[in-house]
C-alpha cells in the first residue's frame, strides 16, 4: 500500500504551483490489481497517468487516469511484470494541465508499506431506512469524524443530507492523521456489506459511517474502534471477531421536517435539496421520524441501535 503527497517540486522540469494532491494505492499481486484514490486542485487540468520511471526521470504512459478530474477512483489490472516494477520503485503518477501540459504535479509511487487487512460487515437492522454507501476510515487518536455538540464539517453534511461521501473521502485523504478510506454499496434494511480496510502503525482507530437516506440529514457512526497492533500483542482484539451497535445522529445541517421536497431516499427521490432554516448547527443523537408530515413514522421510524459492526482481522 501507497500513501502518496504529488507536488509540482517532484516534476523533473521547472514547475511554479501551489497545487498538490493526495493518492492512495493497493496493489495485489494475487488478484492482479492496482487501486487507485487521487484527489488534487489542479486547475484546468487536463489528465492523469502513470508512467514508468525511474525517480528524477520521465518516462512514458503505462496507465491512463482519465482526464484528471478530481477525485479519480479506480482499479487498473496489473500484470505480475508491472506489479514489480511498482515494487520497484519506477513508476510515477503524473496530473497534467493546460498551464503544464507536460506535468504539474507528480510523486514517484515509493515507500509502499504492508499493512493489516480487516473486513468490517455492516447490517442495516432498521425496518425502513435504507445506508447510503458506508464511509470506513482507518486513523489515528488525533482524528474524529464528528463530535457530538459541534457543527458537522462539510464533508459530514453532504453524506447526512445527501448520502454523497465523496467530499468527506476526498479530505480525509489528504489528512495525515488517515491511513486509508473505503467505501462499499448501499446497505439496505436487513442487508448486510463487507469491505476492507487497511490498519497500520499508529493509525488503529476505524470509525464507520453513513446515511439514513429517508431522513433530513441522519447518519449512522460507530466512532474511532480501535485495533491492536498483532505484531505488539499476543492477541488482536479484532483477530476472532468482535461487533458493536451503532446509532443514528443528526448532523443538525438541515431540518427534520420530514418533508419529501428535502429526502433523497426511496421514498422521496429529492436529493441535492435542503431545507437550512431551522437547523440545529450542532451533531446531536436523533430522535427519529415524528410523522409530522410525509414521512409515516409506522414504517421509517426506528428506536435505538440501527447498525451492527461486526470487524475482524483477515489472515
Known amino acids: 500500500m501507497y500513501k502518496l503527497v504529488l507536488t509540482g517540486e517532484q516534476e523533473t522540469h521547472s514547475v511554479e504551483t501551489d497545487a498538490v494532491g493526495y493518492a492512495t494505492l493497493v496493489a495485489s499481486k494475487d488478484l492482479g490489481e492496482l487501486s487507485v484514490f487521487l484527489t488534487h486542485d489542479v486547475q484546468n487540468v487536463t489528465a492523469a497517468h502513470i508512467h514508468e520511471g525511474a525517480p528524477g526521470q520521465d518516462g512514458g504512459v503505462v496507465f491512463d487516469l482519465g482526464d484528471g478530474t478530481s477525485p479519480i477512483q479506480t482499479i487498473i489490472d496489473l500484470t505480475d511484470r508491472e506489479y514489480e516494477t511498482l515494487a520497484g520503485g519506477n513508476y510515477y503518477i503524473n496530473v497534467h494541465s493546460e498551464a503544464v501540459p507536460a506535468g504539474e504535479i507528480r510523486a514517484q509511487i515509493v515507500g509502499g508499506v504492508a499493512p493489516d487487512l480487516y473486513e468490517v460487515t455492516v ?3 432498521t425496518k425502513g431506512q435504507p445506508f447510503s454507501p458506508p464511509l470506513i476510515v482507518a486513523h489515528n487518536d488525533g482524528e474524529r469524524l464528528f463530535q457530538a455538540g459541534a457543527p458537522a464539517s462539510d464533508g459530514l453534511a ?31 434494511p436487513g442487508g448486510s456489506v463487507t469491505i476492507e480496510i487497511f490498519a497500520y502503525g499508529a493509525m488503529r482507530q476505524i470509525s464507520v459511517l453513513g446515511m439514513l437516506v429517508n431522513t433530513n440529514d441522519a447518519f449512522f457512526a460507530a466512532d474511532s474502534l480501535r485495533v491492536r497492533n498483532p505484531t505488539l500483542f499476543k492477541r488482536d482484539l479484532f483477530a476472532e471477531g468482535t461487533q458493536v451497535m451503532a446509532f443514528a445522529y443528526d448532523a443538525g445541517s438541515e431540518a427534520n421536517n420530514e418533508d419529501c421536497g428535502f429526502i433523497p431516499g426511496p421514498a422521496c427521490g429529492s436529493a441535492g435539496v435542503r431545507a437550512t432554516e431551522g437547523a440545529e448547527g450542532y451533531v446531536h443523537v436523533h430522535n427519529g421520524i415524528q410523522g409530522t408530515a410525509d414521512l ?20
Open 296 to 315: 409515516g413514522s409506522a414504517a421509517y421510524d426506528w428506536r435505538g441501535p440501527v447498525a451492527v459492526i461486526h470487524i475482524e482481522r483477515s489472515e
Open 158 to 188: 453532504a453524506l447526512a443530507e445527501d448520502g454523497d461521501n465523496m467530499p468527506l473521502m476526498t479530505s480525509l485523504t489528504a489528512n495525515p492523521n488517515v491511513f486509508h478510506v473505503a467505501t462499499c454499496d448501499p446497505v439496505p
Open 123 to 125: 447490517t442495516n437492522v
